[in-house]
C-alpha cells in the first residue's frame, strides 16, 4: 500500500515537473521572437514559412534602427529613462508622505481622504485621460517632461500601499525618537523611511515598470520633443517605413532596462506583496 | 521640501508629550500641531489629487455641457446632447459590450490560470524560484512590445505568421486572425494580457496561500481530505479575501484596456476599426484621435464611464460588506 | 458661466502653485495670443517660422525639405519633419503654444480649422497665379469663396498589375469589377494572392472608391446629405463582400497597401498602391507592370483614381502671419525648381502647378504618364464637407458590410441621418 502510494506520487512529481517545463518555453517563446526577428532580415520574417533560427548573426538591425533618424530611437529611450525615473522617484516620495500620515491619523480629514483615495483607486487615471488631457494642455505642458510626468505622480495605487505597510509598521520605533526629541519629519525620514525599504522597493519596481511601459498618457501628450520609446515604437509598427527587423531591435533594447531592472527587484516585489495588504 | 520642515523643529515634540499629560491647553496646541503634520504630509498628494484628477473632472464635466470642438474654453451651450448623441450610438454601446466580453473571459480566465500556477508552483523543491521567475517575467514587458509579437509573429494573417505557418503545415490554412471577419482577435487579446498579466496574480496568490496555516492542512489531511476535497474546502475558502482583491483589480484593469487594443488592431494612420474597440478605444477615437477634437463629447463619455464604475463600486461594495455580514452571522 | 470656467481656472493654477508644481506653469494655454514657436521677432532681424511636415515615405525628402528652408532668405525656418499621427497631431497642437506657423495638411485645413478661425485665408498668396494650378485641387482647397491653403503636390493612388502574370492567366487589364475579380481569381495560386488592397481587406483605402467607381458622389448636389445611398451603391458593396469572402483577395501581407512590397515580394499578383511608390515597383519589375484606375462597378459605374494634394496652410495665431505668408508663396509658388525637386526626384507625385508635369521625367511617359492623365480625366477628391464623423460612421458600416458580412442598406441608413445632422451643424 504505502509503495504503490509513494510510486504514485512520484509519477505525480514528474508530471507536475513536465507540465511546468511546457508552460515555461511558452511562456518564454515571445522573448525569443523579439530575438529571432532582432536579428533576422526582412526576408526571413516575411518568408512563406516560418523558420526557428534567425539569419543575421550582427548588430546590424540595432546600429541601422539607432541610425534611422525616421525614428529617433536613441532620443526616445532618452524620455522613457527621464520619465521613468523622476516620475517613480517623486510617485513614491509624494505617497509615502501621504501614506504614512493616513496609517497613523483617524480623525476626520484622514478619513476622507483615505476614502477618496480609495475612490480613486477605482477611478483609474486611464479612464479619465480627457479631463487630465484637457487640463495639461491648458498649463501649457504638452510635449514638455512636466506634461508627462507630473500629472502621473499622484498614484493612489502607491498612497494604498504604504498606508497598508504603515499600518503593520511598530509605533514604537517612532515613539522612542519622538522622545529623544526629533520632530515627526526627521522621525519619518530617519527611523521610518529606512525600515521600510522592502515595500519601497516593490512599490517603485512597480511604478518604475507602468512608467517606463505607459502608452496611452505618452501617446497623448508627448510630440517630437519628449516621445518615449513606447510610442515611438508604436507609431514605427503602423507607420509606412516599418522594417520589421528595426522594428524588434527596437523591442530587444526597450526591453532590456526594464527586464534588469525586474530580475534585481524581484525579491522585493515578492517580500512586498507578501507582507502588505494586497490580500 | 526639507526646509521649512525643518525650521519647525522644536515644536514637534509637543503633541506626544500633549498626549501623555492631557492638561487642556497642551493638547489644542498638541492637536494643532497634529493636524499641522498631518497637512504637510498629505499636502502634495492631495494637491496632485486635486489639480490632476478632481479638477480636471469637473472641468470636462462642465466641457460636457458645450460644443467643445478643438478648444477647452467654449461658448455653445448644448446641454445634453452629448450625452444624448454618445447614448444613441451604437459604436458607443457596443464598445461597452466588447468591455462585458473581454471581462468575462480575462477575470475567470487570468484567476484561474494564476491559481494554477501558485499550486502547481507550492512546495515545488526543486527549481521553484526558477519557475516562478519565468512566470513572473512577463510581467515587465509593455503591451506596445507584446503586441507588436502578437501581431507580426504569433497571430499574423499573412502566410508568414507563426500560427498560420503551423497549420499549413498539419493541411490547414491561413487564418485572418486580426481582420474582423471571425473571433480571431479575441483569441490574440485574451492570450496576450494573459501571459502578460498572469505572473502578477500568481504571486499575489502565492501570497494569499502562503498565508494559510499549516495546520488547517494537517487537521485536513488527518480527516482524510485531499485532492479536490483539500482545495474545495480548505484552500478556496482561506483564500477568499486574496480572492476577492484580486478578482476586482483584474476587473478594474480589464475595465481600463487600452494599449493592446490599439496596438493590435490599429490601422495605418490612427485609424481603428469599428470591432473590438473597448471604452477608452472608442472615446479615443471619438473625441482626441481624429482630426476634429471634440473635447465635449469627450467630457460626456469621461462622465458616463465614471458613473459605471462609482455605482458598480457602490454595488460591489454592498455586496462584499453583506457578504461579510452573513459569514459572521 | 464665463465666470465658472474662469473660476476653476484661477482655483486649479492656486493650487498648482501652492503645490509647488508649475514650476513655470505661467503660460496658461488658454490665452491664445501668447506666443508660438515663433521666437520673438523685434526691430529688423529675420522672423523665425517653424514649418511642419509628415514623414514621408521616401528617402531623401526630409533633407529636401531642410534644404528648401534653408535657402529662404527672409525667415529663419525651422522645419519639424513629424513622425507619428500628423493628422491629429496638428489640430491639437494649434490647441496649445508649440503650434506650427507653416503647416501641410492633406487637401488643406479641415473645415473644423477654418470655421474655427484657427488658419488664414490663403486666397492672396496665390493672386493671380491661382491659374496655373490644378484646378480640381484648388477647387478642394476652396470654401466660401476662399482658398485656405496652396497646393504641395498631388499623390494619387492606383492600381498596380503585371502583363506577364496576366498572360499567363490569359487575362485582359480589367476595366470592371467583375473583370478584376476574374483576373483575380484567375491569377491567385497557393502561394499568391489575387488582389491585395491593404491589411484590412481594403476597406479602409478602396470606401471611397466604391462610391465613385458605382457612379455617385460622396454628398448630394446641395450638401446636406449623402450622394449614394441607391440600389447600385449596395450592389457594388455585395459584389466586394463576395469577393472579400475568397481566397483571390489576400488579406494579410508583409506591409500595408501603402508599401508596394507585397507586390513586389510575390505576395500578391495585384495591388492598390500609391503612385509614390512606383518607383520600387520599376526598380523590381522593369517594364513588366502596368497601372490602372480602380474600374468601373456595376452598370451605372465608372473608372476612378483618388488624387489629393498636401497643400500649405497658415496658422492665425502665428506672431508672423505675414512673413509666413510671404514663405509659402515663395516655396509652393515661385519656386518652381523646387517643385519639380520635391515631385520628382524621391517618390512620385505630381506637380500641382500644371506647367511643371512636362518637367517630371517620371510621369512624362510609359505608367507615370498613364497615371497623371488618369488624374485628369477620373480624378475624384474628397469632399471638404466629408468631416471626420462622417468618415469615421462610413468606415464602421463599411467594415461592418465587408468584413462582418452586414446588409448594406440597414448599415448605411444610419450614416445617412449623422451625415445629414453632421452637415447641418457645419452649414448653419
Known amino acids: ?279 | 521640501m526639507s526646509a521649512p520642515a525643518g525650521t519647525r523643529g522644536g515644536p514637534g515634540i509637543a503633541p506626544l508629550a500633549a498626549g501623555r499629560r492631557p492638561t487642556w491647553g497642551r493638547r489644542l496646541r498638541g492637536r494643532q500641531d497634529r493636524n499641522l503634520w498631518f497637512g504637510l504630509f498629505v499636502l502634495p498628494f492631495l494637491a496632485g489629487l486635486l489639480v490632476f484628477v478632481y479638477v480636471p473632472i469637473a472641468w470636462s464635466a462642465y466641457l460636457s455641457f458645450f460644443e467643445a470642438r478643438a478648444t477647452v474654453t467654449p461658448t455653445k451651450f448644448v446641454g445634453w446632447a452629448n450625452y444624448s448623441y454618445l447614448l444613441s450610438d451604437p459604436e458607443f454601446r457596443s464598445s461597452l459590450l466588447v468591455f462585458v466580453a473581454f471581462a468575462v473571459l480575462i477575470v475567470p480566465l487570468t484567476y484561474v490560470c494564476s491559481l494554477g500556477l501558485a499550486l502547481l508552483l507550492s512546495g515545488l523543491r526543486v527549481a521553484q524560484a526558477f519557475f516562478r521567475s519565468v512566470f513572473f517575467i512577463p510581467t515587465a514587458v509593455s503591451y506596445v512590445i507584446a503586441a507588436m509579437i502578437w501581431r507580426i509573429s504569433f497571430f499574423n494573417g499573412g502566410r508568414f505568421g507563426l500560427i498560420n505557418s503551423m497549420l499549413r503545415q498539419l493541411g490547414g490554412s491561413n487564418i485572418d486572425w486580426l481582420g474582423g471577419a471571425n473571433y480571431g482577435y479575441w483569441v490574440a487579446l485574451v492570450s496576450l494580457r494573459l501571459w502578460l498579466q498572469v505572473g502578477f496574480y500568481m504571486i499575489l496568490l502565492i501570497a494569499g496561500l502562503n498565508r494559510i496555516p499549516q495546520e488547517t492542512y494537517e487537521a485536513a489531511a488527518i480527516d482524510g481530505a485531499a485532492g479536490w476535497r483539500l482545495l474545495r474546502y480548505i484552500t478556496l475558502p482561506q483564500l477568499r479575501a486574496t480572492s476577492a482583491a484580486v478578482l476586482m483589480l483584474l476587473l478594474i484593469n480589464a475595465f481600463q484596456a487600452f494599449d493592446e487594443f490599439w496596438n493590435l488592431l490599429s490601422g495605418v494612420n490612427g485609424t481603428y476599426p469599428p470591432y473590438g474597440r473597448p471604452p477608452l478605444v472608442h472615446l479615443f477615437v471619438i473625441s482626441l484621435g481624429g482630426s476634429n477634437q471634440d473635447l465635449g463629447l469627450g467630457g460626456a463619455g469621461t462622465m458616463i464611464l465614471t458613473a459605471i464604475i462609482v455605482v458598480f463600486g457602490v454595488a460591489q461594495n454592498w455586496l462584499t460588506n453583506r457578504g461579510v455580514e452573513r459569514d459572521e452571522r | 458661466m464665463q465666470i465658472t470656467r474662469r473660476h476653476l481656472l484661477t482655483a486649479a493654477g492656486g493650487l498648482a502653485a501652492t503645490a509647488a508644481l508649475a514650476a513655470c506653469g505661467s503660460n496658461n494655454g488658454l490665452s491664445n495670443n501668447s506666443g508660438s514657436s515663433s521666437g520673438g521677432s523685434s526691430g529688423g532681424s529675420k522672423p523665425t517660422l517653424a514649418q511642419w511636415y509628415h514623414q514621408y515615405g521616401e528617402a531623401g525628402t526630409k533633407e529636401a525639405v531642410n534644404k528648401y528652408a534653408a535657402s529662404y532668405p527672409d525667415a529663419t525656418v525651422n522645419v519639424t519633419w513629424y513622425a507619428g499621427n500628423y493628422d491629429t497631431a496638428v489640430p491639437a497642437a494649434l490647441l496649445t503654444n508649440s503650434f506650427p506657423d507653416v503647416f501641410e495638411y492633406g487637401n488643406g485645413p479641415t473645415l473644423d480649422m477654418i470655421k474655427g478661425g484657427q488658419v488664414v485665408d490663403m486666397t492672396d498668396v496665390l493672386g493671380s497665379s491661382v491659374s496655373k494650378f490644378n484646378q480640381s485641387v484648388i477647387k478642394r482647397l476652396t470654401f466660401q469663396g476662399k482658398i485656405w491653403a496652396v497646393p504641395q503636390v498631388i499623390d494619387m493612388q492606383l492600381l498596380y498589375y503585371r502583363p506577364s502574370l496576366l498572360n499567363k492567366a490569359g487575362v485582359q487589364p480589367p476595366t470592371t469589377f467583375s473583370a478584376l475579380v476574374d483576373a483575380a481569381k484567375a491569377q491567385t495560386t497557393k502561394d499568391m494572392g489575387g488582389f491585395f488592397a491593404g491589411n484590412d481587406g481594403g476597406v479602409g483605402v478602396l470606401g471611397n472608391m466604391f462610391v465613385w467607381a458605382s457612379g455617385f458622389d460622396q454628398l448630394n448636389s446641395g450638401r446636406t446629405g449623402l450622394g449614394f445611398l441607391e440600389p447600385n451603391f449596395y450592389d457594388s458593396l455585395k459584389a466586394y463582400q463576395a469577393f472579400y469572402k475568397s481566397n483571390a483577395l489576400l488579406k494579410s501581407a508583409s506591409k500595408d497597401w501603402f508599401d508596394a512590397s507585397p507586390f513586389i515580394n510575390g505576395e500578391t499578383a495585384m495591388q492598390w498602391g500609391g503612385l509614390w511608390s512606383m518607383p520600387d515597383v520599376q526598380k523590381a519589375f522593369g517594364n513588366d507592370f502596368g497601372v490602372l484606375a480602380f474600374p468601373a462597378m456595376g452598370s451605372s459605374g465608372r473608372p476612378a483614381v483618388p488624387f489629393g494634394a498636401y497643400s500649405s496652410c497658415v496658422a492665425a495665431k502665428s506672431k508672423n502671419v505675414d512673413a509666413a505668408k510671404a514663405f509659402v508663396k515663395w516655396l509652393w509658388v515661385d519656386q518652381t525648381a523646387d517643385q519639380v525637386d520635391f515631385a520628382n526626384s524621391y517618390g512620385t507625385h505630381i506637380p500641382s502647378q500644371v506647367a511643371l508635369v512636362p518637367q517630371c521625367t517620371k510621369i512624362a511617359q510609359g505608367p507615370g504618364k498613364d497615371a497623371a492623365d488618369m488624374v485628369a480625366k477620373e480624378g475624384f477628391a474628397s469632399d471638404i464637407m466629408w468631416t471626420g464623423p462622417i468618415g469615421d460612421a462610413f468606415n464602421s458600416a463599411m467594415t461592418n458590410v465587408i468584413v462582418k458580412g452586414a446588409d448594406p442598406a440597414s448599415e448605411f441608413k444610419p450614416v445617412g441621418d449623422k451625415a445629414v445632422s453632421e452637415l447641418k451643424r457645419i452649414n448653419g
Do not use: C
Open chain 1, 1 to 279: 500500500m504505502r509503495a504503490v502510494r509513494g510510486r504514485s506520487a512520484r509519477v505525480l512529481v514528474v508530471v507536475r515537473y513536465i507540465v511546468l517545463a511546457v508552460l515555461a518555453v511558452l511562456f518564454l517563446m515571445p522573448f525569443y521572437v523579439i530575438v529571432r526577428n532582432a536579428f533576422a532580415s526582412s526576408r526571413l520574417i516575411a518568408a512563406a514559412q516560418w523558420q526557428w533560427l534567425p539569419d543575421q548573426w550582427n548588430l546590424d538591425n540595432i546600429t541601422q534602427l539607432f541610425t534611422n533618424s525616421d525614428v529617433e530611437m536613441g532620443a526616445s529611450l532618452w524620455h522613457s529613462a527621464v520619465m521613468a525615473v523622476v516620475q517613480t522617484g517623486l510617485t513614491v516620495v509624494v505617497a509615502l508622505l501621504a501614506g504614512y500620515a493616513l496609517a497613523r491619523n483617524t480623525h476626520r480629514a484622514a478619513r476622507i481622504l483615505s476614502a477618496l483615495t480609495i475612490f480613486t483607486l477605482m477611478v483609474p487615471a486611464a479612464v479619465t485621460f480627457i479631463p487630465t488631457f484637457v487640463m495639461t494642455s491648458a498649463l501649457g505642458w504638452i510635449d514638455t517632461f512636466r506634461g508627462l510626468i507630473v500629472p502621473g505622480m499622484f498614484s493612489a495605487f502607491a498612497t494604498y500601499m504604504f498606508r497598508q505597510s504603515f499600518l503593520g509598521f511598530p509605533k514604537e520605533l517612532e515613539e522612542a525618537a519622538l522622545i529623544d526629541g526629533a520632530n515627526p519629519w526627521r522621525t519619518f525620514w530617519q527611523v521610518v523611511v529606512p525600515n521600510s525599504m522592502g515595500i519601497i522597493g516593490a512599490v517603485g519596481t512597480i511604478i518604475f515598470i507602468g512608467s517606463w511601459n505607459a502608452f496611452l498618457w505618452p501617446m497623448l501628450v508627448t510630440r517630437n520633443g519628449t516621445r518615449t520609446v513606447q510610442v515611438t515604437l508604436s507609431q514605427f509598427m503602423t507607420s509606412q517605413l516599418v522594417n520589421y527587423p528595426e522594428l524588434f531591435a527596437g523591442a530587444l533594447v526597450a526591453v532590456i532596462p526594464v527586464l534588469l531592472v525586474f530580475l534585481f527587484l524581484q525579491r522585493f516585489l515578492v517580500q512586498g506583496v507578501e507582507t502588505t495588504g494586497l490580500r
